[in-house]
Nanobody
């Protein structure tokens, strides 16, 4: 079984930044794509960003230019740097592992989630 554990969520005001982290178990961490999903209150779950095993990144239009996804295969970690936060970024953020083919990403394992709240 694969275990994903998120951290770094919290409360922020509009314009501030937060950095989410995810640590993953797994012997072959580097061969998988990794992503961040989120689900806001009363909203459907959506893909925020993902990074392929080769390091190529894809972002949702709503976070382009503000968020940055990265990975450290040596440490089995995934990160999401969130800058210029907006109230609409409020959601539970999930770390995911899966496979990708170009712009298509299919998660197969999910973390527990970490809450991000943005309000003034």
């Amino acid at each position: 079984q694969v275990h994903l554990q998120e951290s770094g969520g919290g409360l922020a005001r509009p314009g501030e930044s937060l950095r989410l982290s995810c640590v993953a178990s797994g012997e072959f961490f580097s061969v998988y794509s990794l992503g961040w999903h989120r689900q806001g209150p009363g909203k459907q779950r959506e893909l925020v960003a993902f990074i392929s095993s080769e390091g190529f990144t894809t972002y949702a239009d709503s976070v382009k230019g503000r968020f940055a996804i990265s990975r450290d295969n040596t440490k089995n970690t995934l990160h999401l740097q969130m800058n210029n936060l907006k109230s609409e970024d409020t959601a539970v953020y999930y770390c995911t592992r899966g496979t990708s083919n170009g712009p298509r990403y299919s998660p197969d394992y999910w973390g527990q989630g970490t809450q991000v709240t943005v309000f003034s």
